[in-house]
Nanobody, 114 residues
Framework: VQLQASGGGLVQPGGSLRLSCAAS????????MAWYRQAPGKQRELVAR???????NYVDSVKGRFTVSRDNTKKMVYLQMNSLKPEDTAVYYC?????????WGQGTQVTVSS
């Protein structure tokens, strides 16, 4: 299973970014997919998850600001991030739930700073 996250960057507080994750080599449509993030000095955390049917769940700190979505035909997962805060700064990864160790990839850096 290969998962490639992209779309990160430097954004000012209050700004928006849209992350994308391309999956290959798996029966994508049946998997629960998620976005995780790891800030410097902190453990990796699950930020948002989405089932094959589109049911979503979010960690409390991003509720109302982040939206996870997926396109099963394209094997893509997205994370729309609005009203970004400095504490959202982290490397963001996509992976299954539960995650596959071999599928973490490089992630994509999101930096929220003025």
């Amino acid at each position: 299973v290969q998962l490639q996250a992209s779309g990160g960057g430097l954004v000012q507080p209050g700004g928006s970014l849209r992350l994308s994750c391309a999956a290959s080599g798996t029966i994508f449509s049946i998997n629960v997919m998620a976005w995780y993030r790891q800030a410097p000095g902190k453990q990796r955390e699950l930020v948002a998850r989405i089932t094959s049917g589109g049911t979503t769940n979010y960690v409390d700190s991003v509720k109302g600001r982040f939206t996870v979505s997926r396109d099963n035909t394209k094997k893509m997962v997205y994370l729309q991030m609005n009203s970004l805060k400095p504490e959202d700064t982290a490397v963001y990864y996509c992976n299954k739930v539960p995650p596959l160790v071999a599928s973490w990839g490089q992630g994509t850096q999101v930096t929220v700073s003025s």
